[in-house]
C-alpha cells in the first residue's frame, strides 16, 4: 500500500521540501497543502520591485523541477489542528488528510498591532495580496507611516519614496534595525533614507489610528501625544509562528518549533522521527553557535534546510541511516536599499556590544564584523560583494566550538 507524505505549506519551504524529498528517493505520495491560491512564488520583491511596478505572482512563481510533477497541490486550504499521534490532520472545511509522514512548512505571519482600527486601514506585507494592496496605495504624495524599522519597513520606506510618497517610519528603538544589525550600522542606514527623503520619529511607538470608515485612515497618533498625518499606514512590526495548528501536541512551539538537529519536532518522550519542519516556522540548533537554537527566517535557509529534513523523514518512514553530511547551515541574509545590498553571515544580534568596521568606508562601502567576547560572530556587508567569501569563510572558522549557552 502507498504511503504518503503531506507537507503543510505551500511557500518556497513547501516547494523545496518536496523537492528535496524526491532528491532523498522518495517515490510515494507527496501531498502540498497551500493555504495560498498560488503556487509558491519569490516573496522578496514584494518590498521592491513588484510593490513599485505591481505585483504578478504568475511571474514571480518559482520554477518546478520535473521531478515533482507528480506532487499533489492543494491551494487554498488551511491546515486547522493536527493528530501527530493518530496520523492526521483537519483541514477548514472539516475534512481530514491522513499522513504517514509529514512536512511542516507553516512559515510565519505578519505580527499586528492591537489598536482599535480596522485592519482594513493598516497594511501589512507577506502576501502577493498584500502587495498588491499597498502598491495600489502607494501613489505620488502619498503620506505613508511605516510603522517598524526592521529590514521589511526599511524596504518599504525606500520603495515607497522612490514612488514620490512622503515618508515617515516609527520606530521604538534608538535607530533603524538597531536589533538587527546594532547602533553603528542602523544610524548609516538611517542616514542613507534621510539622504533620500525619509524621516524617522524614533523611540516611539504607535497609540492609535485615526481615520474615517469611508476614507480610511487620517493620521498616526504617538505614545508621546505627537500626531502624523496619514494617507497609508503600513505595519512592519515583525512576524508570529504559524503553530496554531499544532498546539496539544506535546511540541515546544514558544518561538517557531522547537527541533533536534535533524530537524525533527522535539517532545518530553524524544524526536518525532516521522516529522520534520523547514522554513522560517523552525527553532533548530546551529552547530556553529555550539548548538543553541535559533530561529532564522530568510529565504536562503529553506533549501538547505529541506536537503537535510527530506533525508531525515526518508530515513524516518523507512528505518534506515541518515545519509549525508550533518546540517550545519550558516545564517544569512540580504536586503536591497537605494541600489545597495546588505549581506550578512552569521548573527550579528550576537555580537552588538563590540561592532567593528573590518574593512572600507562606512558611508560607502564596508565590512563591519559583530563579536561576542572577542570571538567574530557575524559579518554585515554593505555592498563589497567581492568580499562575502572572504569574510564568510573567516566566520565559520572563528565560531568552531563556540557554546552560546555555557561559554566556551
Not at 518512514?317 to 550533518?326: C, H
Request: aromatic letters at 6%; proline letters at 5%; charged letters at 20%.
Amino acid at each position: 500500500m502507498s504511503r504518503t507524505i503531506v507537507i503543510v505549506g505551500g511557500g518556497l519551504a513547501g516547494l523545496r521540501a518536496a523537492e528535496q524529498l524526491r532528491a532523498a528517493g522518495w517515490d510515494e505520495h507527496v501531498v502540498v497543502l497551500g493555504a495560498e491560491s498560488h503556487l509558491p512564488y519569490n516573496r522578496p520583491p514584494l518590498t521592491k520591485a513588484a510593490l513599485r511596478d505591481g505585483v504578478d505572482p504568475a511571474a514571480l512563481a518559482f520554477r518546478r523541477r520535473p521531478t515533482t510533477e507528480d506532487v499533489e497541490w492543494r491551494l487554498g486550504v488551511t491546515v486547522t489542528a493536527a493528530d501527530l499521534t493518530g496520523h492526521t490532520l483537519t483541514l477548514d472545511d472539516g475534512s481530514t488528510v491522513a499522513f504517514d509522514g509529514l512536512v511542516v512548512a507553516t512559515g510565519v505571519s505578519s505580527r499586528r498591532l492591537v489598536l482599535d482600527a480596522p485592519h482594513e486601514w493598516r497594511h501589512a506585507i507577506r502576501t502577493a495580496e498584500d502587495a498588491a494592496a499597498l502598491h495600489g496605495a502607494l501613489r505620488p504624495g502619498a503620506r505613508v507611516v511605516v510603522v517598524g524599522a526592521g529590514f521589511i519597513g526599511c524596504e518599504v520606506a525606500a520603495t515607497a519614496v522612490v514612488l514620490g510618497c512622503d515618508v515617515t517610519v516609527v520606530e521604538p528603538f534608538a535607530v533603524p534595525l538597531e536589533r538587527q544589525v546594532g547602533q553603528l550600522v542602523g544610524a548609516e542606514i538611517q542616514r542613507r533614507h534621510e539622504e533620500h527623503g525619509v524621516r524617522f520619529l524614533l523611540g516611539r511607538t504607535v497609540a492609535a489610528v485615526e481615520g474615517d470608515e469611508r476614507t480610511g485612515p487620517s493620521g498616526v497618533v504617538l505614545s508621546d501625544g505627537h500626531r502624523i498625518e496619514a494617507d497609508v499606514v503600513v505595519e512592519a512590526v515583525g512576524s508570529v509562528a504559524n503553530t496554531g495548528w499544532l498546539e496539544g501536541q506535546g511540541l515546544d512551539l514558544s518561538s517557531g518549533v522547537l527541533c533536534d538537529e535533524d530537524l525533527h519536532p522535539l517532545t518530553d518522550a524524544g524526536p518525532l522521527r516521522d516529522v520534520v519542519v523547514v522554513g522560517d516556522v523552525a527553532r533548530f540548533p546551529v552547530p556553529m553557535y555550539g548548538g543553541a537554537p535559533f530561529r532564522v527566517e530568510h529565504w536562503t535557509m529553506p533549501t538547505d534546510m529541506a536537503a537535510h529534513a527530506a533525508r531525515s523523514l526518508v530515513a524516518g518512514l523507512t528505518g534506515a541511516p541518515i545519509e549525508g553530511p550533518p546540517f550545519n547551515p550558516v545564517p544569512t541574509f540580504w536586503s536591497d536599499q537605494y541600489g545597495v545590498r546588505m549581506q550578512s553571515f552569521g548573527l550579528p544580534a550576537l555580537g552588538l556590544g563590540d561592532v567593528r568596521v573590518l574593512e572600507g568606508d562606512l558611508t560607502r562601502e564596508a565590512v563591519v564584523g559583530y563579536h561576542h567576547e572577542g570571538i567574530l560572530v557575524g559579518v554585515v556587508l554593505l555592498g563589497m560583494g567581492k568580499q562575502m567569501l572572504t569574510y564568510r569563510q573567516q566566520l565559520v572558522a572563528a565560531t568552531a566550538g563556540i557554546d552560546l549557552v555555557g561559554g566556551r
